[in-house]
């Protein structure tokens, strides 16, 4: 072949992009393909909307970036029990497109890492991100549960922006006090939404149900015993009972 051919021929090879219908009850479509040095994910799910506009975004945010880590590892290898690891992953784009959320999510190809069966034992750095496809990730159960538990860590953000803002001024720790109530009433119509999201799901089999209602119950515990534990410390420092 002619040198300017195949040059050609390459570019045009290293910019074709893989689509992955990645299906479940998000109905997911992953789009891979190479941009110079960095692996490209482009991820369309069916959003998160049973919350305020801010944890929907938030959540759609979240499970959008395990989807692009989903579609990368499929894009990968064909091994069932690959695992990788990747560092240096971001987010170019996220948003509502129309009736469904799309993201972007890019990484240097070199940073990201196969991982042999014995390189399972040492800890991920801080900062770096272990995933592989998993089939059961895009089952309702699992997506019910892992809403909980990123509702959870939503719900923990927003508590600890808040308390960031404290200092030793009583101003600052009414307002902080202030802001627990709200995160506690808003925490309240939030696991109650997911809760009755749970049992009224007609496509959950009847353990299915009982282990997402076990998990998500589990979840808002730590978020209640989380949140008490600030709320006390502080009314403490306010001269309140302990």
Do not use: C
Not at 51 to 60: G, I, V
Not at 128 to 156: M, W, Y
Request: proline fraction near 3%; aromatic fraction near 6%.
């Amino acid at each position: 072949m002619h040198p300017v051919l195949l040059f050609t021929a390459l570019l045009v090879s290293a910019d074709a992009a893989t689509t992955y219908k990645l299906g479940g009850p998000r109905q997911v479509v992953a789009v891979v393909r190479d941009v110079g040095d960095d692996h490209e994910v482009r991820v369309r799910m069916l959003p998160v909307t049973a919350f305020d506009d801010t944890t929907n975004d938030r959540l759609n945010r979240l499970k959008a970036e395990q989807y692009a880590m989903q579609g990368l590892a499929k894009h990968l290898t064909r091994e069932k029990n690959a695992r990788f690891e990747i560092s240096g992953g971001r987010v170019l784009t996220s948003a509502k497109d129309g009736k469904v959320y799309a993201l972007t999510f890019r990484v240097p190809r070199k940073n990201v890492v196969l991982l042999r069966s014995d390189a399972e034992a040492p800890a991920t750095k801080s900062g770096r991100v272990r995933f592989g496809f998993d089939t059961p990730f895009l089952t309702r159960k699992r997506d019910l549960i892992d809403t909980g538990k990123q509702l959870g860590e939503s719900l923990q953000t927003d508590l600890e922006l808040a308390e960031k803002k404290v200092t030793k001024k009583p101003a600052t720790i009414e307002a902080f006090l202030l802001r627990v109530a709200e995160l506690e009433e808003s925490g309240e119509k939030h696991w109650k939404r997911l809760r009755n999201d749970v049992t009224t799901d007609r496509f959950l089999l009847s353990n299915e149900r009982e282990e997402a209602l076990e998990a998500v119950e589990a979840q808002e515990a730590v978020w209640v015993k989380f949140l008490t534990k600030a709320a006390k410390k502080y009314t403490k420092d306010l001269g309140g009972d302990e």
